[in-house]
């Protein structure tokens, strides 16, 4: 069964449906309770003691660098297709293939949980928590709808364990023709802590750090500066008495120090807590073995159960560190974390990653000479035309 159809700027109601968004509210009230668990300790310690300008001091500091870290990672709204974008999605025994211009995938049934019905969209889970939303005002009446959920629901229900066939199949039409006799592809497998790491902090410079001995650090610098807060805090109450005033000034010093280290501390341990909360989310899916394909127009990527086929001009972001090649697609989501130790030897493993990117680049640099074409042609064709579009 296949279906046929294009995006519309009114089905953003049927995702938010299906994905209700995290409301203004709750993403503030988070932000806050970070800072006050972040900053919290590093200056009440202050003011029990009576430091107030001090107090005062640390906690504008704090509150203005918590305020550019939150401008900088502000709540990532998810890439939507243009408006007019066509979209085939296809139901065979062996899976589902949601086809566009630029992009293609092919899941097998093994990876959905189930298929449910929304007022607005059919919505298929995938056991990844991911989804695929198809608005019902595609469907050309309820009953053709109801055949689509009833047939994807039974491929669900029916699938064995493992895929029995390769999907999509060699001589599948949708596959482009480009994806034949492709020549420089790599096989890989991912663990948990690779994918957590990349999925967390993005691809830094230099080697992952070893999460348990990062795990370890930042526990002993969180306690170790909170017990000198609270020691130099309770040396400077006892300096109320004259008798013990000649140790004030060092145990303020201390609690200086203290309270910055703290603050740091807490932040590099927030990094290493989502990191483990990455390692124990994991789809086991995601760390089956694949295979990266590469070519002049565009990428392959093969698993078992999974097949996403796309141009470069697809892909948000192509790029490399000292130990991955990563590719994310325009909605920001990783597709592909290929670590280089699978490569036969360093050189053949950047070769690899800088054929990736140069040809990613060179595709966005066709996209955007094409985009001035464009705008070059609205204004000859234009004129003066005062009534002619802004975004021409």
């Known amino acids: 069964m296949e279906i046929e159809f294009e995006t519309r700027d009114e089905d953003q109601q049927a995702r938010d449906e299906a994905n209700p968004p995290v409301s203004t509210w709750a993403y503030r009230g988070i932000q806050i309770g970070f800072f006050f668990l972040y900053a919290g300790p590093a200056v009440l310690p202050l003011f029990i003691s009576r430091q107030w300008i001090a107090g005062s001091i640390f906690l504008t500091v704090y509150s203005g660098f918590w305020v550019w870290v939150m401008t900088l990672a502000k709540q990532r709204q ?24 630029k992009a293609s995938t092919w899941i097998s049934w093994q990876l959905f949980e189930s298929v449910t019905m929304h007022p607005s969209a059919v919505q298929l889970l995938l056991k990844s928590k991911g989804n695929i939303l198809i608005p019902t005002r595609v469907f050309a009446s309820d009953e053709v709808r109801d055949q689509f959920v009833q047939l994807a629901q039974q491929y669900v229900a029916a699938c064995p364990a493992e895929p029995t066939s390769e999907f999509p199949a060699a001589n ?74 000649d140790f004030g000034g060092d145990a303020k010093v201390v609690m200086y120090f203290s309270s910055a280290a703290w603050f740091v501390s807490a932040l590099v341990a927030t990094s290493t807590m989502f990191r483990w909360i990455h390692r124990f989310r994991m789809h086991p899916s995601f760390l089956t073995p694949r295979q990266l394909t590469i070519s002049s127009k565009g990428y392959l990527l093969r698993s078992a159960t999974a097949t996403l086929c796309g141009t470069w001009d697809n892909l948000s972001q192509v790029d490399q560190n000292e130990e991955f090649l990563a590719l994310k697609n325009l909605d920001e989501q990783l597709i592909c974390v290929v670590p280089k130790s699978v490569f036969p030897n360093p050189q053949m493993a950047q070769e690899f990653a800088d054929e990736a990117i140069l040809t990613w680049q060179e595709a966005r640099q066709i996209d955007e000479a094409e985009l001035v074409d464009d705008i070059i042609q609205a204004e000859v064709v234009d004129g003066d035309n005062p009534y002619r579009s802004p975004h021409a």
Do not use: C, H
């Open 78 to 101: 998810p890439w939507i297709p243009p408006d007019g974008t066509l979209i085939r999605i296809r139901l065979s025994p062996e899976g589902l293939a949601e086809l566009e211009p």
């Open 172 to 245: 599948d039409p949708y596959l482009p023709a480009w994806t034949r006799g492709l020549a420089q592809s790599i096989e890989y497998q991912n663990d948990a802590d690779q994918l957590a790491y990349v999925a967390n902090g993005g691809l830094t410079p230099g080697k992952r750090s070893n999460i348990y001995l990062s795990s370890l650090f930042t526990s002993v610098f969180l306690l170790g500066s909170l017990a000198a807060l609270v020691v130099g805090m309770l040396i400077v109450m006892a300096t109320y008495d004259p008798s013990g005033r």
